[in-house]
């Protein structure tokens, strides 16, 4: 799987919008965005992907750029529980599993 | 609740002592995985199983043996192991490894396991 990189740690307020970024410059034609979180003392856990286009769903969205080189997590309204570290992974299928870098360490302030 | 068990949460054994760790998906999944997470590092693959046949063992030591009686139970049975060895055992489960990379992988919350 391609390499990614991502911030080391990002602050934000609750109940506010953020914006986690990913770049990932070398990613192939037929490699999906994956988004995972691990919340402390448990396993990662899947929060959304994509391949092209924009995607939704009831966690968080993913906004893609066109060139696919970067992508961008979106927490419309951030939570205490949703402080965790937040890892941007390329998928190209096969039986690799799952690369994981160091990911993003989100803190969200009261 | 993942959908994907594993027991025990926790874990402590001496270097000379045999144990397993157990995993159960109740997603219908037919791949199955183990990864190791020590401290202040990523996440490493360990073993990949596809319909209980392993595809994937990233030079992993002996002393680490895995085994899939069936698609929904994996386990990892442990002997001999050394101090290095303590960490977070994580398993988790996808449809498929040999499709297209559009299928999420589903997560335990692991295995801490300590080595004395």
């Known amino acids: 799987d391609a390499k990614t990189t991502q911030p080391n740690s990002m602050e934000s307020n609750e109940e506010e919008p953020v914006h986690l970024p990913c770049n990932h410059s070398t990613i192939s034609g037929t490699d999906y965005i994956h988004w995972y979180r691990q919340l402390p003392s448990q396993g990662p856990e899947y929060v959304i992907h994509g391949l092209t286009s924009n995607v939704n769903n009831r966690m968080a969205s993913l906004a893609i750029a066109e060139d696919r080189k970067s992508s961008t997590l979106i927490l419309h309204r951030a939570t205490l529980r949703d402080a965790a570290v937040y890892y941007c992974?390329?998928?190209?299928?096969?039986?690799?599993?799952?690369?994981f870098g160091k990911g993003t360490h989100l803190i969200i302030q009261p | 609740e993942t959908g994907v068990t594993q027991t025990p949460r926790h874990l402590v054994m001496g270097m000379t002592n045999k144990k397993s760790l157990k995993c159960e998906q109740h997603?219908?999944?037919?791949?199955m995985y183990w990864y190791k997470q020590s401290a202040k590092k990523p996440l490493e693959l360990m073993f990949v199983?596809?319909?209980?046949?392993?595809?994937e063992n990233n030079s992993v030591p002996s002393r680490f043996s895995p085994e899939c009686p069936n698609s929904s139970h994996l386990f990892l049975h442990l002997h001999t192991l050394q101090p290095e060895d303590s960490a977070l055992y994580l398993c988790a489960s996808s449809q498929s490894p040999y499709r297209v990379g559009n299928q999420p992988q589903h997560f335990g919350d692991g295995t801490r396991l300590s080595i004395l």
């Open positions: 997603l219908g999944h037919n791949a």
């Open positions: 199983y596809s319909l209980e046949e392993r595809v």
């Open positions: 992974i390329l998928n190209g299928g096969g039986a690799d599993g799952l690369t």
